[in-house]
């Protein structure tokens, strides 16, 4: 069910995404002639007096048709309520309007996690470092040794560790500098207290592992907000960090993309994630589907091919030349940009559906 809830969520962003396109045509008279939620076959459709509505069989995606597009359509070419016969300003509205919706949509979200679920606020717990996961692979160093995920660690020879972020780099740096020696670890487990001997494994860059993911021992609690003029505050708040950190993570791809490509989530990643919160934070649902309702609405408004942002590009560069970009070099461009898309697409899907633990086992 916890998968069912991230793809739930990822299919809703999708839909209020592409609601914004269709609102702002149809709100113009512009007219739509397809709205589809999902790619692939057709699951169930209705043909409304001017727009066809259905469900595809593939939910991450979605698209807003319009009959500009369609060489079967009966309306007149110089008709116009059609899209490219509308001013610039008109197309503009449209395009961006999927971004807007999403950004809009966050918001709310954030405010409706304040008001209803409030803000996680971290509270000290008992003194150590959490391990918050085990590696998927069989056998680590850890496992050998009994060590269960939601174990702390307290002491790493002797070092005592608080909670802070600093004191999990702490630890991190005695099992890289150990690489092959035997490192005493004590360890809690709820009301039990024990120590283990372990020895770090030497990866291919010399460094010590054991095959953990650490976070800091910190107990998250939450507050909810019954003030709705400070539940609409402390959501701007929120929305404008995110928004902040979300930008500022773009432009770290951008100026140091070889540290960086590997951090980039495709859908597999995105719904893994999804599905961990809905399991065990369902409180974090509406933060998690804000961050990739802004994140959605900002890969979509970059100036790059098949994207909002590449027609918004057209659509500036017909208002400088006063005249619009020829029709073969639009089309050429945004098929190449879609087949890029599909290939990034495809190779993370890949890549991240090969790096499930359950996949990994089959061929183990």
Same mark, same amino acid.
């Given at each position: 069910?916890?998968?069912?809830?991230?793809?739930?969520?990822?299919?809703?962003?999708?839909?209020?995404?592409?609601?914004?396109?269709?609102?702002?045509?149809?709100?113009?008279?512009?007219?739509?002639?397809?709205?589809?939620?999902?790619?692939?076959?057709?699951?169930?459709?209705?043909?409304?007096?001017?727009?066809?509505?259905?469900?595809?069989?593939?939910?991450?995606?979605?698209?807003?048709?319009?009959?500009?597009?369609?060489?079967?359509?009966?309306?007149?070419?110089?008709?116009?309520?059609?899209?490219?016969?509308?001013?610039?300003?008109?197309?503009?509205?449209?395009?961006?309007?999927?971004?807007?919706?999403?950004?809009?949509?966050?918001?709310?979200?954030?405010?409706?996690?304040?008001?209803?679920?409030?803000?996680?606020?971290?509270?000290?717990?008992?003194? =150590?470092?959490?391990?918050? *996961?085990? &590696?998927?692979?069989?056998?680590? !160093?850890?496992?050998? +040794?009994? $060590?269960?995920?939601? @174990?702390?660690?307290?002491?790493?020879?002797?070092?005592?560790?608080?909670?802070?972020?600093?004191?999990?780099?702490?630890l991190r740096e005695i099992i890289k500098t150990n690489a092959g020696q035997t490192v005493k670890l004590d360890i809690a487990r709820g009301d039990k207290k024990f120590?283990?001997?372990?020895?770090?494994?030497?990866?291919?860059?010399?460094?010590?592992?054991?095959?953990?993911?650490?976070?800091?021992?910190?107990?998250?609690?939450?507050?909810?907000?019954?003030?709705?003029?400070?539940?609409?505050?402390?959501?701007?708040?929120?929305?404008?960090?995110?928004?902040?950190?979300?930008?500022?993570?773009?432009?770290?791809?951008?100026?140091?993309? =070889?540290?960086?490509?590997? *951090?980039? &989530?495709?859908?597999?990643?995105? !719904?893994?994630?999804? +599905?961990? $919160?809905?399991?065990? @934070?369902?409180?974090?649902?509406?933060?998690?589907?804000?961050l990739i309702s802004i994140n959605l609405a900002v890969i979509n408004i970059l100036p790059?091919?098949?994207?909002?942002?590449?027609?918004?590009?057209?659509?500036?560069?017909?208002?400088?030349?006063?005249?619009?970009?020829?029709?073969?070099?639009?089309?050429?461009?945004?098929?190449?940009?879609?087949?890029?898309?599909?290939?990034?697409?495809?190779?993370?899907?890949?890549?991240?559906?090969?790096?499930?633990?359950?996949?990994?086992?089959?061929?183990?």
């Open positions: 069910m916890s998968v069912l809830a991230a793809i739930a969520v990822l299919a809703v962003l999708i839909l209020v995404h592409e609601l914004g396109h269709f609102v702002a045509a149809r709100s113009q008279g512009i007219h739509v002639n397809r709205f589809s939620l999902g790619f692939g076959p057709i699951l169930w459709k209705y043909q409304g007096s001017q727009t066809e509505y259905a469900i595809r069989a593939f939910p991450l995606g979605g698209f807003v048709g319009f009959p500009d597009d369609d060489p079967d359509s009966d309306i007149p070419p110089n008709d116009p309520n059609l899209l490219r016969n509308r001013p610039i300003l008109d197309r503009a509205i449209v395009i961006s309007a999927g971004v807007i919706a999403n950004l809009i949509f966050a918001y709310f979200l954030l405010v409706t996690q304040v008001a209803l679920v409030g803000i996680p606020q971290p509270s000290q717990a008992l003194p =150590g470092v959490l391990i918050q *996961q085990l &590696a998927p692979e069989v056998s680590s !160093v850890a496992q050998k +040794a009994g $060590i269960q995920k939601g @174990d702390v660690i307290l002491a790493a020879n002797q070092r005592e560790f608080g909670t802070s972020q600093q004191e999990l780099e702490a120590s283990v001997n372990i020895v770090p494994e030497a990866k291919a860059n010399g460094e010590g592992s054991i095959g953990i993911g650490l976070s800091p021992n910190i107990k998250i609690e939450r507050h909810p907000v019954t003030n709705p003029v400070q539940a609409l505050s402390l959501g701007a708040r929120e929305f404008q960090r995110i928004v902040t950190l979300t930008f500022k993570g773009f432009g770290q791809l951008i100026t140091n993309f =070889g540290e960086t490509a590997n *951090q980039v &989530a495709g859908p597999i990643k995105i !719904v893994e994630i999804g +599905a961990n $919160i809905a399991q065990n @934070d369902t409180g974090s649902l509406f933060f998690f589907a804000a790059l091919p098949a994207l909002d942002g590449g027609q918004l590009a057209f659509l500036l560069i017909e208002g400088l030349r006063g005249k619009p970009v020829p029709a073969r070099v639009q089309e050429g461009v945004m098929q190449t940009g879609l087949m890029l898309l599909l290939g990034l697409g495809i190779f993370l899907i890949v890549k991240e559906t090969t790096q499930l633990e359950w996949v990994q086992k089959l061929f183990q």
